[in-house]
């Protein structure tokens, strides 16, 4: 569909999101303000050691303390002891083994959290350590202790492409790097919790902070035991996800699962902010070993890039994590000759999963590292590099596939230069002196949108759209609001595909009995998937309204009629007479026709051949530049980030505000990986900053001045020209930062995050 020819009063302004008001006033209702009567509460013991064989629990002191019901443990669990993901490794509650640091072993059940919480000591777990694998090359090692399979390797991949080895031969100059980068903790506001209500025949409802309502309903089927007809999950208002409820609420659901089910009552079972980061899911940390080669002018000909993420002691979302990293780890550069080698690792620590980004932001930061320097080397301008080696439209990927469409990487570039006075900015760091020195900083991303080719199973997305007796639109969908904007950007598709007012539109909060599982809420699908989907649900509703509004407006056909904004009228008298969308609907339903419709949408086509990871890896794919300015103190090694201009290509930004909104705290959230988080373990692997007051995070403090720059190539198959783009905001800014910080000491930073001991060359 060509987005001019559509009318779109409502897509493409800034209309004001539907949730704001009940945010902004305190009243919107997270999991904890919710209650049941007659609820249990659920404190969970967790291991102390990394790695351990399970030799006891007693009980018994527990048990008998006030208001417990009981202490409940693995072979309790009703259904499977197993948490249904990928490989479906990871058990509710640890069975014979812990592996790592902050394991749930037991869970105690009592009528209030504070006799739960007080009994909860009193449970006595007997370990036997074992040595743990505390990091990456440890467990690579040849005579690394065995801790998962034959060579704790959890999952591998590779993409290659003509013949890597022998261009590198051929080529001018060759450039070898490695690179690492830290785990970074999602610090949603909102710790993980659940509520779990048992009903009759069996039937079991789980309400919480989720992203990803149909893999929770896995786990409480498993859980639980019982069929996928008798579990119902709801999400509630979610306080912020960023990947960080994708796989880690179908843990706490099934361990709720297992206490109502067991006592037939409902149970609770809330994290606190410390257990929460010692137990939930992380981005992984990375090690990327890059090797580059170019011609004289730097034209990328050859790169092979070795790529290995630390798992943690589970394999939950490595294998899609590792996927999506191996596929985009040169970057949007052309090369003819590329071997990518991939593995997810297994160590005993806590077990990671998806961040905004997804697995990229780690071989992002290598890469852009890796194309600064050789600019530097080559005594060229890095931004001009990109442009040389940077895709165009008719560019072939990595996986050797055809960027036919929706290009718009070297227009964020030229933007971003323009807006952040580059050229003027611009300068050799050999160059720069004093002792408080500037630095300008650029890096270039692309994205593919969606799960692609590695998750094609599950890219479909489901839609009911019901016209109500009063002229409002109901909506469920198969994708969630977790502060994104998805309810109001949706709300936004559906009433301009359908010819209603934005007012009228309510898009509800995800519930499994409304919608058939439509795959999880990541990979920034929800504007593209769950919007085409409602587009299609309006697209068989309109005709309706269409007739009913034809037969009021005395025309002789749907053809003559027009519908927008919810007005209708005759096409050859547009001033004419109008009938308004609440008078169509109760027509609608004097006609009887069926106010109600479904939309199923599938993912464009993707491909992947396993051998060589070559396809069509993902359907589309978003672009973006940033550029960041620095300003260090040479004496101190102290910096702040003074400046980030961040362009995108999202092929059309359905609600600018929003957009913004999203360049601005994932700008955030990249600053926080470049220069401050980092999770600590001691020689045992035990975690060392499980809260706020040691795990650091930016604040209002460190924000920068963000620019923000929209720019939109539309994809032809995506609603109203849209692709997706939520995650992007974050993935390029720590490289921008590091080249930023390089350009203004001569300071290569290699290991994230920066920080002035090793701007002083203290630490590595
Ligand atoms: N923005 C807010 N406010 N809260 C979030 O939890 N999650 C991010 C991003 N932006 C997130 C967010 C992540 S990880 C993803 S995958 C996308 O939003 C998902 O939303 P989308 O599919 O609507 O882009
Ligand atoms: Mo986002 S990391 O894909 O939930």
Redesign the pocket.
Known sequence: MNPQEVAMPVVGTSMPRKDALDKLRGVAKYIDDYSFSDILHIVTVRSQHAYGRLIKIDKSAAEKMPGVLGVITAEQVPGKNAVPLVFDDEPFLAEGYVRFHGEPVALVVAETLEQAQEAAGHVKVEIEPLKPVLGIREAIAPDAPRIYKDDNIFSRYNVCKGNAEEAMKKAVHIFEQEYETPYQE?A?LETNGVIAVPGLEDSMTVYGSM?CPFYVHDAVAAAAGIDRNKARVVQTT?G???????DFPSVVAGQATIVAKLFNRPAKLIYKREEDIIASSKRHPGLIKMKVGTDERGKIVAALIDYYVDGGAYSTLTPIVLWRGTVHALGPYECEDIHVRSYGVATNKVPCG?????GSPQVIFAGESMIDEIAVALKADPLEIRRLNGYKLGSKTATGQVLDQSCGLMETIDKARERSQWAAKWQAPADRKGNVRRGIGISSVYYGVGLGAGGKHLDRVGTSMTIMKDGSVHCAIG????????RT?LAQIAADALGAPFDLVNVVETDTNMVPDSGP??????????GNSLMLAAAELRPRLLQVAADMLGASSTAEVELIDGQAFLIKDPKGKQIGFKELAAKLYAYRLMPSAFGWFIAPDSSYDKETGQGNAYFVYSYCTNIAEVEVDMETGEFKVIRITSAHDMGKAINPQQVE??IE??TLQGLGYATMEEIRHDANGRMLNNAFATYILPTTEDTPEIDPIIVEHPYDRGPYGAK????V??MGVAPAISNAIYNATGVRIRRLPIKPEKILGLED
Request: a neutral charge.
């Open positions: 999602h949603y992203q979610t912020g996800g960023f990947g960080g409820k994708e998806a961040y905004r980004g997804f994708n969630v609001e977790m502060g994104q904007g998805a950007v809420t990541v990979a920034s699908r929800t504007t593209f998937m769950s909104g999203q705290g994932g997706g783009f939520g995650e905001p974050l």
